[in-house]
């Protein structure tokens, strides 16, 4: 199960069906028209059903999880790609810990969405 904290913090977006999620999630937030391709950071819960029935969230915490903390939480970067004239969401999640404040200072330097993209599939590859 996946636990959102929120939806993305720069664009709203929420990602649907992400990890094999079943429950239903919020509709996504629609967006004006003249949308730009651009990519966000969110921050989220990963729930396991352990094989005594318990349910474990991760990253594990200790105490109260801090939402200023990036240790605490799960990172997935969403974007969305125009195909076949229709608005796709596209996610990918598990980015390392290591890479989320090099995402966060390529975003504000304006660096390209694909570039960003290639960057988190490196970082993921390394693990």
Known sequence: M???NDGC???GWIPENFLEETE?????VQKPKGRQRKGCLYKYIENKKLKSGTIASYPRVIG??????????RWGFNWEEK??????G????????GAIA???SMQNEGVSLEEIIGFIKRAKAKK
Do not use: F
């Open 64 to 73: 109260n999880r801090k939402p200023d903390n990036p240790t605490h939480w």
């Open 83 to 88: 195909i076949d004239g229709e608005w796709k």
């Open 90 to 97: 596209r996610s990918v999640g598990c980015v390392p810990l």
């Open 2 to 4: 996946l636990k959102l």
């Open 24 to 28: 239903p999630q919020p509709e996504a």
């Open 9 to 11: 913090g720069v664009c």
């Open 102 to 104: 090099l995402i966060q």
